[in-house]
Antibody
Framework: QVRLVESGGGVVQPGGSLRLSCAAS????????MHWVRRAPGKGLEWVAF????????FYGDSVKGRFTISRDNSKKTLYLQMNSLRGEDTAVYYC???????????WGQGTLVTVSS | DIQMTQSPSSLSASVGDRVTITCRAS??????LAWYQQRPGTSPKLLIY???TLQLGVPSRFSGSASGTDFTLTISSVQPEDVATYYC?????????FGPGTTVHIK
């Protein structure tokens, strides 16, 4: 079945870096644009970044622009989020999700927790 | 950038009540509006896309409507399993902004 599994979360000090991965299975990964979305404790959903299916275009939310980089390896069916210069306000559960398409809808992973703390 | 607002921020309803949540876009987004449900401790789940189209498998008590830049999610008869936070999201172009969310409680 269609599945997304995030990994790479953990505890990191302010100013540190972390790379998240999202492994896809059960669908044609290279046909879908992909998102990263996060939810900080006590807050709502925040869209983080989006990448086209072929990786040629990338878009970022203002709060992460210049610090985070979204990328993908279609041969490995894997999405990545490289997070640099991490701040306390980046503490959140990070989800990967497929772009929304008619009928198929949008699939989300279970999320991975990133905690930025000294 | 287009801003998304939602009201109310939270509500409490009795089982069987009709519940309405409103989302407003600061500019025209056509009908590129989705509604998500996030139950405590779970990932978001798509309920409605294109403002009014029910995603496969979603109970028919959920419905969406649109009028210009105003969008509405209605639960015709709220059930205990509908306790969750509901988010609208624009998806016509980046940034793919979410509304701040509406939390539904059961009395």
């Amino acid at each position: 079945q269609v599945r997304l599994v995030e990994s790479g979360g953990g505890v990191v000090q302010p100013g540190g870096s972390l790379r998240l991965s999202c492994a896809a299975s059960g669908f044609s990964f290279s046909n879908y644009g992909m998102h990263w979305v996060r939810r900080a404790p006590g807050k709502g959903l925040e869209w983080v970044a989006f990448i086209w299916n072929d990786g040629t275009n990338k878009f970022y939310g203002d709060s992460v622009k210049g610090r985070f980089t979204i990328s993908r390896d279609n041969s490995k069916k894997t999405l990545y989020l490289q997070m640099n210069s991490l701040r306390g306000e980046d503490t959140a559960v990070y989800y990967c999700a497929t772009e929304l398409v008619v009928v198929a809808g949008s699939t989300w992973g279970q999320g991975t927790l990133v905690t930025v703390s000294s | 950038d287009i801003q998304m607002t939602q009201s109310p921020s939270s509500l409490s309803a009795s089982v069987g009540d009709r519940v309405t949540i409103t989302c407003r876009a600061s500019q025209v987004i056509s009908n590129y509006l989705a509604w998500y449900q996030q139950r405590p401790g779970t990932s978001p789940k798509l309920l409605i896309y294109a403002a009014t189209t029910l995603q496969l498998g979603v109970p028919s008590r959920f419905s969406g409507s649109a009028s210009g830049t105003d969008f509405t999610l209605t639960i015709s008869s709220v059930q205990p399993e509908d306790v969750a936070t509901y988010y609208c999201q624009k998806y016509n172009s980046a940034p793919f902004t979410f509304g701040p969310g509406t939390t539904v409680h059961i009395k």
